[in-house]
């Protein structure tokens, strides 16, 4: 099972001699099917694309066949081609090259043991960055996963509805939030140098010579959590760190939803 993060645009500047923006229509999508050719290879058709909405948050609806995805053009494009695969989870929605029958309208567990993330570690599957930068929303999950969550989110319900076609159906879900008006930064350059030095994420290439970057979900679970064991700040940048660690913010040893909203 490959779940794959991507970028179009670095892909296309990747095989072509002219600039993205001058491309033809026609060009442009003979790359998408390029692209798709490559990755259907890479992950042998076991292939999830993330196809994140993320305006449930203000409209308190999420159309599972209507809403587009918002993280790039080719998950639009995959989204368009295999959208009967869509799962029915508000923000963090997939489309895979298989059907998957335990997704349905009931589910609506962002990070639980129906999602995308917790197959990946229970499968051993791997996450792959195909031409896009380091900045896994795989770490979302992991802090889901802490005990009661990371001391900097605190847990906010969602109320809404899912469209799917005719039907529509009401729901209610915790997920773990960042503070309001609080910049929480991560250091990536720090967490993807201690993956590289335990030989967690590998670069590898395509036949056709372009690079990506490959982590084990389980691994990378594992990995993080004895990290956050020792430190349960490790994913935070210095400067957020010594934000977190002032006694007004985490009062009770946490924040707490009633501080900021």
Known sequence: MIYAHTDFFNYVNFFSNKKFLTLKKENISLFFNQMLRDLRNISKDNLIIPTYNY?????????????KSQVGSFSEFF?????????RVPF????????????????????????DFYSLVKERGNIINFGSRFAPTFIIFIES???????????KRFIGVIKDKGLKKNISFDYHVRPLNVDIKYDLK??????????????????????????????FFEHSSEKLKKDPLYFLDDSTKKLIKKKEFLKKGRVKLEDFE
């Open 92 to 115: 963090f929605s997939s489309c895979s090259l298989k059907n998957r029958k335990s997704f349905n309208i009931n589910n609506s567990d962002v990070f639980g043991i129906n999602s």
């Open 55 to 67: 305006d449930f948050g203000k409209n308190k609806t999420f159309d599972v066949f209507k809403d």
């Open 145 to 155: 996963n802490i005990p009661d969550g990371a001391i900097y989110r605190y847990k």
């Open 190 to 219: 720090k967490i993807q140098s201690d993956l590289i030095k335990d030989d967690i994420l590998i670069k590898k290439k395509t036949a056709s010579g372009f690079t990506y970057q490959q982590y084990n979900a389980n691994s």
């Open 79 to 87: 989204r368009k081609k295999y959208i009967k695969t869509r799962t």
